[in-house]
């Protein structure tokens, strides 16, 4: 994990799920931060608005990435500097993504455009699809 300069990139872990009650529903999500050398962070979120399953997986993981780039603001570092790893239960948010996937739905591709420039902002990304009894160990479910 060496930046372009070669200077070694600290890892962060981004590791979120997001869902609704219906589809679509009320919607929810959770994630957690795991950045080197820092106490993790957790946190879930009750969308106001209804939202498919699709959009609550974006909208958590863009509440994530604020968060995260947030926290970094607030230690005075730049993003350029970390390298996520990104794990979702969701296959479909994973492969759009990497771009195995093109993004047909209307309402998600603002929300796909927001990631991808939010991602743009960090040294290097990876995403990894993990199965849902994996990310759920994450939240204590």
Not at 26 to 33: C, D, E, Q, T
Not at 68 to 90: M, N, P, V
Not at 96 to 124: C, H, I, N, S
Request: charged share 25%.
């Amino acid at each position: 994990m060496d930046s372009a300069g070669g200077a070694q990139l600290q890892r962060c872990v981004v590791i979120f799920d997001g869902g609704s009650r219906g589809n679509p529903g009320p919607a929810y999500g959770s994630f957690r931060l795991e950045c080197d050398s820092q106490e993790p962070i957790t946190a879930r979120i009750d969308f106001v608005e209804e939202l498919t399953n699709n959009q609550a997986e974006y909208r958590t993981l863009i509440a994530a990435l604020e968060a995260l780039l947030r926290t970094l603001q607030e230690q005075q570092r730049a993003a350029g500097d970390i390298w996520l790893e990104i794990r979702t239960d969701s296959e479909l948010v994973a492969r759009q993504l990497t771009g195995a996937y093109r993004v047909r739905d209307a309402k998600l591709q603002p929300l796909f455009e927001r990631v991808r420039t939010m991602l743009a902002r960090f040294g290097g990304w990876e995403v990894h699809w993990q199965p849902r009894d994996v990310i759920y160990r994450y939240f204590g479910h």
